[in-house]
C-alpha cells in the first residue's frame, strides 16, 4: 500500500515539474496564441545557461540562475522582435528548434550534465510510514505553485495582463486601444524565457541533461498544457501533476512503462475529454 | 488578365488543366523512367544505393507533402508508418514466414488500417496541437514496439539471411549483371523502390487531378469556404491521412528491408523520416508536386557529401530552411516556376475563354 | 477649425480597390455622417483612417500632419478612436476589464473616467462584472462605445453603430451622443440607416463603390439627390 501512495505524492511533485515546464509554454500560448515548438531546447538551452554562470563564476546553482534569469530575458526579448514578430514567424521554431540542439551539441558536446547543489540535493523529509519526500522535488512543486500563482494574478489583476488577454482575444481591436502588440509579445515571450530558466533549474538538479532532450521535455509540457485544458493556468498545474502522476504510477507497475503511461493518460484524456480537464469557459 | 471582349455573348468557358510543359515533360518523363530501369547495368552499387535513398526519401515527401500542403494536416508523425511498415515486415518475414516481396504491400495495408484509430484521435487536434498529436502516438508506437522482444525489443532485430535471399529474381539479376548476391539484392531494391516511388507520384498525381483533387486544394486554401461550399472536410482528410500512411508504410517496409536491420529508435525517428522529409518538401516548394522532387535532390546532395559534419551539417538544414522560409517561402521549385512559368505535374485547373470560331485561347481568368 | 483631412485616400483589399481617392474634411467639434450601400467602401474609410488598413502616407492629415503611415496603435494615442463594425469585444475581459482596456493608451485622464461612462451608460455599472458575450448587442455597442471613449478621443469613429440593433434600442445609443459631442468630440458616424444618422449630422458624405457620389448638409440635400448618391443612376 505504502508502494501505490509513495508513488502518488513521487508523481504530485514531479508533476510540480512537468506543471514548470507546461506553464512556459501556456503563457506563450495565452499570449501570442503560438505553441512554441521549440520550447523544450530553450529550457535545455536555459539549463546550460546556468550551468555556465554556476561554473564559470563558481556559483551554486540556485544563485546561478539569477544571473542567467536577466540574460534569458533579453534573449527572449531579441527572439521575438528578431525572429518571430515576422509574419511566418511561428514556421521558423522546427528550424530554430534544431539549431539549438546542434549549436549546444557542438559548443558542449553530447555529455550529460548536471546541476550540483551539494547537500540539498539528497535532502529529504520524512512524512512517516516509511514515505518521504525529497527537497528538492518540494520545491519544484512549490516553484511552480508560485510561479503558477504569479501568473494568475498578472493575467487578471494587471493592466498588463488585461493588454495579453485583450490582444490574444482579438489582435486587430487591440491595436485600437493603443496596445503596441510587437512590444506586447515581446514582453510575454521575455517572461515565458524567466519561466523556462526557473524550470531549467529544476530540471538540471534533478536529473542529466544533455542537448537532445528538449523535445521529449516539449511532449511533457505540451501534454501537460491539454491535459489540464487551454487557456488556464491552474489547469496547466492539474495537468502536470495528472501527467507526473500517470507516469509514477506507470513506473511502479513497470519501470519501463513510465513515458508510455503517460502518452497514454495524455491520448485517454483527448479521447474522452478533448478541451481537457478545467479548460477556461470560453475559447 | 481577362480578355478585353465582354460584350460577346456568345463566349463559352471550359476547363483545362494541361500548362505550357507537359506534353515535353511527359516525353521527358519516360524517357528517365527507361534511363532508371536500365541504371543497373551500368551503374555502380554505390550508385544504386545512393538512388534507394533519394527514391524513398522523395516518396516519404510526397506523402507528407500532400497530407501538409495540400490537406493541410501538418503532422509530425509520420514516422510512426515507417516504423510500423518496417516492423511489419520484419513481423511477417521472420515470423509469419511470408515473402518480402509480399509482404510489403501487406505491410502498407496494415499501416493504413491503423491510420484510422490514430485519426480518430488526433483529429480532436488543430495546427500545432495536430502536429504535437501526431508525435505522441509516434511515440507510442516506439515505445509498444521496444516492447516486443519477439522484435528484439529495445535494441532490435536484424533480418536473417533466409529472408533477405528469399525476395523473387536474386538469381535472375545476378546472371544477367554479372554481380554477387548483396549486389543483386539492391538491384532488386532499386527496382522496387523506383517502383514505389513511380506509383507514390502517379498516385498523388490522379489524386490531385480527380474531382477530390480539386476539393483538395480549397482545403489547402481555405477551410471554411471549402465548408461552405459542401465539401465534407473530414472525409477527404481522413482519406488523405489513410492513403498517406498506407504509402508510408509500404515504404516503411522497402526502407528496412534494404537496411535488413531494425529499432525502435531508428524505426520511430523524428529526424529521418519526418524533420528530414519537412525539410526537403518546404526547401523544394509545399503544395507543388515537383517541389519534393527538387527538395529531395538537394537533400541527398547534402547528406552525401555534408553529413560527416555532423552537428555543424543540422545546423547548416536548420539555417538553410529559416533562409528559405523567409526568402523564398514558396520554395526552390516555387522561384523556378514563378520565373519560367513552368509547370511539370499540371494539377492546376485554369479557366479558359473559347471564342465564337471554337479556336481554344488560352487566356487565363484569374 | 479643420482637424482632420483625407486627400485622394485610395485603398485596396488584395488586387480589389475599395476606395478611390477619397477626399473629405472633419471640423473640430463637427459630427458628420458616412452613408451608402452594403460595399460602397464605408468601413474601409473609417478603418484607413484609424490605421488598421494600408493607405498612402500623405492621404490621412490630422492636424495638417501626415498619419498615413502610422500604425493603428499610435492613431488612437494621437486622439482617434474607432468603434469597430460589430463591436468587437473582448471575450476575455469583463465589461469593466473591456472599458479599462479602452484606456490602455490614453493620454490624459479626461474628460471620460470610469465613472463618467458609467453614468453615460448606467446598465454598464450593473454588468460590470460580466463576461461580455452575455450582454444584449445594445449594451454590448454601449460597451463598444465606453470602450472607445475612454481612450479620451477627440475624434470617434463610429462604423454601423446601430446594425442589427432594435429601433428603440438604437435611439437610446443615439441618446448618449450630444454628450459626447458636448465634450467637444468630432464625430463620425458610417450608418447604412440613414435616418438617425441625417438627424445628429452636421455634413453629410455619401459613398457608392468606392467613389464620393455626394456631400452636403442634411438640410440642403433633397430627398432625390440622396437616393441616387446611394443607389446610383
Redesign the interface.
Known amino acids: 500500500m505504502t508502494g501505490w501512495l509513495d508513488a502518488l505524492i513521487q508523481g504530485v511533485l514531479l508533476g510540480g515539474l512537468y506543471a514548470l515546464f507546461a506553464a512556459g509554454l501556456s503563457l506563450i500560448f495565452g499570449v501570442m496564441r503560438?505553441?512554441n515548438?521549440a520550447h523544450g531546447d530553450l529550457i535545455v538551452l536555459a539549463a546550460f545557461a546556468i550551468l555556465l554562470a554556476a561554473s564559470k563564476l563558481g556559483l551554486d546553482p540556485f544563485v546561478a540562475v539569477l544571473v542567467a534569469l536577466p540574460v534569458m530575458f533579453v534573449i527572449g526579448l531579441a527572439l521575438q522582435y528578431v525572429l518571430l514578430n515576422?509574419t511566418?514567424g511561428?514556421?521558423?521554431l522546427?528550424?530554430?528548434?534544431?539549431?539549438i540542439?546542434?549549436?549546444l551539441?557542438?559548443i558542449f558536446s553530447a555529455d550529460s550534465q548536471r546541476l550540483r547543489s551539494g547537500a540539498i540535493e539528497t535532502a529529504s523529509i520524512a512524512l512517516g510510514g516509511g514515505i518521504a519526500v525529497g527537497v528538492v522535488p518540494l520545491l519544484t512543486l512549490l516553484s511552480a505553485i508560485a510561479v503558477i500563482v504569479f501568473l494568475n494574478l498578472l493575467f487578471y489583476h494587471t493592466?498588463l495582463g488585461?493588454?495579453f488577454?485583450?490582444t490574444?482575444?482579438?489582435l486587430?481591436?487591440?491595436?485600437?486601444?493603443?496596445?503596441?502588440?510587437s512590444r506586447i509579445f515581446a514582453i510575454a515571450m521575455g517572461l515565458a524565457f524567466i519561466v523556462i530558466t526557473i524550470a531549467a533549474l529544476y530540471l538540471g538538479l534533478r536529473a542529466n541533461f544533455d542537448p537532445t532532450i528538449g523535445?521529449a521535455r516539449?511532449?511533457y509540457a505540451?501534454?501537460a498544457v491539454?491535459i489540464g485544458g487551454l487557456g488556464s493556468f491552474w489547469g496547466t498545474l492539474a495537468g502536470g501533476i495528472v501527467l507526473g502522476m500517470a507516469q509514477t504510477i506507470g513506473a511502479r507497475i513497470d519501470p519501463?512503462w513510465q513515458?508510455?503511461s503517460g502518452?497514454?493518460a495524455?491520448?485517454t484524456v483527448?479521447?474522452l475529454k478533448?478541451r481537457g480537464l478545467f479548460p477556461?469557459?470560453?475559447d | 488578365m481577362m480578355d478585353a471582349d465582354p460584350a460577346k455573348p456568345t463566349q463559352a468557358f471550359g476547363i483545362d488543366t494541361a500548362g505550357r510543359a507537359p506534353r515535353l515533360a511527359v516525353a521527358a518523363a519516360g524517357v528517365i523512367l527507361l534511363v532508371l530501369v536500365l541504371l543497373p547495368a551500368f551503374a555502380g552499387r554505390n550508385l544504386i544505393q545512393d538512388m534507394i535513398f533519394l527514391f524513398y526519401m522523395l516518396a516519404l515527401a510526397q506523402c507528407w507533402n500532400l497530407l501538409a500542403g495540400y490537406a493541410g494536416l501538418m503532422s509530425v508523425g509520420q514516422q510512426a508508418f515507417v516504423g510500423l511498415g518496417g516492423y511489419l515486415l520484419f513481423a511477417l518475414t521472420l515470423l509469419g514466414g511470408i515473402n518480402p516481396l509480399l509482404a510489403i504491400p501487406i505491410a502498407g495495408l496494415v499501416s493504413a488500417l491503423f491510420a484510422f484509430p490514430s485519426a480518430l484521435i488526433v483529429f480532436r487536434l488543430r495546427g500545432a496541437y495536430f502536429a504535437i498529436g501526431t508525435w505522441v502516438v509516434a511515440e507510442v508506437y516506439r515505445l509498444v514496439f521496444a516492447q516486443f522482444k519477439a522484435l528484439g525489443g529495445g535494441t532490435g532485430a536484424s533480418l536473417a539471411p533466409s529472408v533477405t535471399s528469399s525476395v523473387p529474381g536474386i538469381e535472375w539479376v545476378k546472371t544477367l549483371f554479372d554481380v554477387r548476391t548483396p549486389a543483386a539484392r539492391d538491384i532488386i531494391s532499386y527496382w522496387l523502390a523506383l517502383a514505389l516511388i513511380a506509383g507514390t507520384l502517379a498516385f498523388v498525381y490522379l489524386v490531385l487531378r480527380s474531382r477530390r483533387g480539386l476539393a483538395l486544394g480549397t482545403l489547402r486554401d481555405h477551410e471554411g469556404a471549402a465548408a461552405s461550399l459542401g465539401v465534407d472536410i473530414y472525409r477527404i482528410k481522413l482519406a488523405v491521412y489513410v492513403a498517406s500512411a498506407g504509402m508510408t508504410g509500404m515504404v516503411g517496409a522497402l526502407i528496412y528491408l534494404q537496411k535488413a536491420r531494425i529499432s525502435p529508435d531508428s524505426a520511430f525517428s523524428v529526424l529521418d523520416w519526418t524533420a528530414y522529409v519537412i525539410f526537403i518538401t518546404v526547401i523544394g516548394g509545399i503544395g507543388t508536386m515537383e517541389g519534393p522532387v527538387v527538395g529531395a535532390i538537394i537533400f541527398y546532395l547534402m547528406q552525401r557529401y555534408l553529413a560527416d559534419f555532423g552537428a555543424a551539417y543540422l545546423i547548416l538544414l536548420g539555417t538553410l530552411g529559416i533562409l528559405v522560409m523567409l526568402f523564398a517561402p514558396r520554395g526552390l521549385w516555387g522561384l523556378i516556376s514563378e520565373r519560367y512559368d513552368l509547370t511539370l505535374f499540371p494539377t492546376r485547373r485554369r479557366l479558359v475563354i473559347l471564342t465564337r470560331d471554337s479556336d481554344r485561347g488560352k487566356v487565363t481568368a484569374k | 477649425m479643420l482637424l482632420l483631412r483625407t486627400r485622394k485616400l485610395t485603398a485596396f483589399y488584395g488586387d480589389f480597390q475599395a476606395l478611390y481617392g477619397i477626399d473629405t474634411t472633419l471640423d473640430a467639434g463637427e459630427t458628420i455622417a458616412i452613408i451608402g450601400a452594403n460595399g460602397a467602401g464605408k468601413s474601409t474609410f473609417v478603418k484607413a483612417i484609424a490605421g488598421l488598413i494600408q493607405r498612402p502616407a500623405d492621404s490621412v492629415l490630422l492636424d495638417g500632419k501626415p498619419i498615413g503611415s502610422r500604425a493603428a496603435a499610435d492613431i488612437v494615442r494621437l486622439g482617434v478612436a474607432l468603434v469597430p463594425e460589430g463591436r468587437r469585444l473582448f471575450p476575455s475581459l469583463t465589461v469593466e476589464e473591456n472599458l479599462l482596456i479602452g484606456g490602455y493608451g490614453r493620454k490624459t485622464a479626461w474628460p471620460w473616467s470610469l465613472d463618467r461612462v458609467y453614468s453615460l451608460f448606467p446598465i454598464l455599472k450593473e454588468r460590470r462584472s460580466s463576461a461580455t458575450p452575455t450582454l444584449s448587442g445594445g449594451q454590448q455597442q454601449m460597451a463598444a462605445l465606453g470602450r472607445a471613449l475612454m481612450s479620451n478621443p477627440r475624434i470617434l469613429l463610429c462604423d454601423e453603430i446601430s446594425l442589427g440593433l432594435a429601433p428603440i434600442v438604437i435611439s437610446d445609443i443615439y441618446a448618449a451622443l450630444p454628450q459626447i459631442k458636448a465634450e467637444g468630440t468630432s464625430v463620425v458616424l458610417v450608418e447604412q440607416d440613414i435616418v438617425q444618422a441625417m438627424k445628429v449630422a452636421d455634413r453629410v458624405y455619401c459613398f457608392q463603390e468606392g467613389r464620393l457620389s455626394l456631400a452636403g448638409s442634411p438640410q440642403e440635400l433633397t430627398r432625390e439627390q440622396i437616393h441616387r448618391a446611394y443607389f446610383g443612376s
Open positions: 503560438l505553441v515548438l515576422r511566418l511561428r514556421d521558423l522546427p528550424p530554430l528548434s534544431i539549431i540542439q546542434n549549436g551539441l557542438q493592466p488585461r493588454a488577454r485583450a490574444s482575444d482579438d486587430e481591436v487591440a491595436q485600437l486601444m493603443g496596445i503596441d502588440v523535445p516539449l511532449l505540451f501534454e491539454i519501463e513515458i508510455l502518452h497514454l495524455f491520448l483527448l479521447v478533448p477556461r469557459a470560453l
